[in-house]
């Protein structure tokens, strides 16, 4: 069976989801002037700088309360009725990059003011406002991660539209960041012998994986999934033989030239380095699984040189091999690919101490394409986006089981 005819037979299975575009923001009634508009906002910042002023002289009189709700007021006030939700998000947002304390308690204040139906219109206004380095640094503040919650949440309220869900993406409370190095686009590096052997291995895993998820999606062979156990199919343990066969595959070539590196970042606040290690190293299925992976076979923990297998149900599906290494002492673990995995790579991940009560995780990955094949195929793949979603998502698992 060869990888056309599998994604063929699987593109039948799925039939593509209509998406209706999101109506645009509503206005009010009439917008206000440039005139109203710079006068009414001068009043608000002068009214909520005497209002802190006081607070910052006395211990006495105006409370913070009062505060965040003079300007939410204001706030409400300025627009409602005058403009559109954008600007309400807008200003939401210059207001927290600039002081993220107030923004976290404006905007706790706000929302409840507004219509139901305007508030997820007023959380993408502020999260389109600010750039990824913006989302990034306002999550290094307790503050900064409270806000950015609030707004996620309001995002994926009810009713959730293509645009909602990509800006929710955006934005990461732990201030996931990654920058990947050169060459940013895929490069294949071996002789003609090693790439074809390569390009070889990922075809029969890849026909593999395939011949055991059509049975499981297709609609005639449903109801025998109680005499056969689709989701098992083949055994862990012919899993287990194929993987020991398998060799690991390092990166070939120089950094920089050949080979690709990117070093991913994320914070883990209310956890130590040697809880957040023992988290990733004992709950594989939770962190991979954020990430759309299942691992095969099936363990409750990560064991020095243990080989797994990644199973990705997407379109085209796949299978990962990868070998384990651990360093406790170092709290580090390392993923080596092995052979038939679409990149030949090493991933690192260092948990240490970040001085504010919380864990700095880096992930220090080296990679490239391991044949031919994946060269031309990355774009229509989408290989390296997937993997930085992966990640991402595997990140952002390890901080909510530290911050819920």
Same mark, same amino acid.
Request: aromatic share 4%; with cysteine; net charge neutral.
């Given at each position: 069976?060869?990888?056309?005819?599998?994604?063929?037979?699987?593109?039948?299975?799925? /039939?593509?989801?209509?998406?209706?575009?999101?109506?645009?923001?509503?206005?009010?009634?009439?917008?206000?002037?440039?005139?109203? $508009?710079? !006068?009414?906002?001068?009043?608000?910042?002068?009214?909520?700088?005497?209002?802190?002023?006081?607070?910052?002289? &006395?211990?006495?009189?105006?409370?913070?309360?009062?505060?965040?709700?003079?300007?939410?007021?204001?706030?409400?006030?300025?627009?409602?009725? /005058? @403009?559109?939700?954008?600007?309400?998000? /807008?200003?939401?947002?210059?207001?927290?990059?600039?002081?993220?304390?107030?923004?976290?308690?404006?905007?706790?204040?706000?929302?409840?003011?507004?219509?139901?139906?305007?508030?997820?219109?007023?959380?993408?206004?502020?999260?389109?406002?600010?750039?990824?380095?913006?989302?990034?640094?306002? @999550?290094?503040?307790?503050?900064?991660?409270?806000?950015?919650?609030?707004? /996620?949440?309001?995002?994926?309220?009810?009713?959730?539209?293509?645009?909602?869900?990509?800006?929710?993406? $955006?934005?990461?409370?732990?201030?996931?960041?990654?920058?990947?190095?050169?060459?940013?686009?895929?490069?294949?590096?071996?002789?003609?012998?090693?790439?074809?052997?390569?390009?070889?291995?990922?075809?029969?895993?890849?026909?593999?994986?395939?011949?055991?998820?059509?049975?499981?999606?297709?609609?005639?062979?449903?109801?025998?999934?109680?005499?056969?156990?689709?989701?098992?199919?083949?055994?862990?343990?012919?899993?287990?033989?194929?993987?020991?066969?398998? !060799?690991?595959?390092?990166?070939?070539?120089?950094?920089?030239?050949?080979?690709?590196?990117?070093?991913?970042?994320?914070?883990?606040?209310?956890?130590?380095?040697?809880?957040?290690?023992?988290?990733?190293?004992?709950?594989?299925?939770?962190?991979?699984?954020?990430?759309?992976?299942?691992?095969?076979?099936? &363990?409750?923990?990560?064991?020095?040189?243990?080989?797994?297998?990644?199973?990705?149900?997407?379109?085209?599906?796949?299978?990962?091999?990868?070998?384990?290494?651990?360093?406790?002492?170092?709290?580090?673990?390392?993923?080596?690919?092995?052979?038939?995995?679409?990149?030949?790579?090493?991933? &690192?991940?260092?948990? &240490?101490?970040?001085?504010?009560?919380?864990?700095?995780?880096?992930?220090?990955?080296?990679?490239?394409?391991?044949?031919?094949?994946?060269?031309?195929?990355?774009?229509?793949?989408?290989?390296?986006?997937?993997?930085?979603?992966?990640?991402?998502?595997?990140? $952002? $698992?390890?901080?909510?089981?530290?911050?819920?």
């Amino acid at each position: 069976m060869s990888i056309i005819s599998i994604s063929h037979a699987l593109h039948k299975l799925y /039939k593509p989801q209509e998406h209706k575009p999101k109506p645009p923001p509503r206005p009010c009634r009439r917008p206000p002037s440039t005139v109203e $508009r710079n !006068s009414q906002i001068g009043e608000m910042s002068m009214r909520a700088g005497l209002l802190q002023a006081r607070i910052e002289r &006395t211990n006495k009189g105006i409370s913070a309360g009062e505060v965040r709700a003079t300007t939410a007021d204001q706030i409400g006030r300025l627009y409602c009725g /005058k @403009a559109t939700t954008d600007d309400v998000g /807008k200003e939401l947002a210059e207001l927290s990059v600039n002081n993220p304390a107030q923004g976290r308690a404006t905007i706790e204040a706000t929302m409840p003011r507004l219509a139901e139906a305007d508030r997820d219109e007023v959380a993408q206004s502020f999260t389109q406002r600010l750039s990824d380095k913006q989302l990034q640094k306002l @999550a290094t503040t307790p503050d900064g991660r409270a806000l950015l919650q609030r707004v /996620k949440q309001e995002l994926l309220a009810g009713k959730v539209h293509d645009d909602e869900r990509h800006d929710a993406d $955006r934005i990461q409370p732990n201030g996931f960041s990654f920058e990947v190095g050169e060459p940013r686009s895929l490069q294949a590096a071996g002789n003609a012998q090693q790439l074809a052997a390569q390009a070889g291995q990922m075809i029969a895993l890849t026909d593999m994986v395939a011949s055991t998820l059509i049975p499981k999606l297709h609609p005639s062979v449903r109801l025998m999934s109680k005499l056969h156990p689709w989701d098992h199919l083949p055994l862990d343990a012919l899993v287990s033989t194929q993987l020991n066969a398998l !060799s690991t595959n390092p990166p070939i070539g120089v950094d920089g030239k050949e080979v690709t590196t990117t070093i991913y970042t994320s914070t883990i606040p209310n956890a130590t380095p040697q809880e957040a290690y023992d988290y990733f190293v004992n709950n594989p299925g939770e962190w991979f699984g954020a990430g759309g992976l299942k691992v095969r076979p099936e &363990t409750d923990a990560l064991k020095d040189g243990g080989r797994y297998m990644l199973e990705d149900a997407g379109v085209p599906p796949a299978w990962l091999p990868i070998e384990v290494r651990l360093n406790p002492q170092a709290h580090q673990v390392t993923i080596n690919t092995l052979d038939g995995h679409p990149l030949r790579g090493e991933q &690192t991940f260092t948990f &240490t101490d970040n001085g504010q009560d919380g864990v700095t995780l880096t992930q220090d990955a080296r990679f490239q394409a391991s044949s031919g094949l994946v060269v031309l195929g990355q774009r229509r793949l989408g290989v390296l986006d997937k993997q930085h979603e992966v990640w991402r998502d595997g990140h $952002r $698992r390890v901080y909510e089981h530290f911050n819920p």
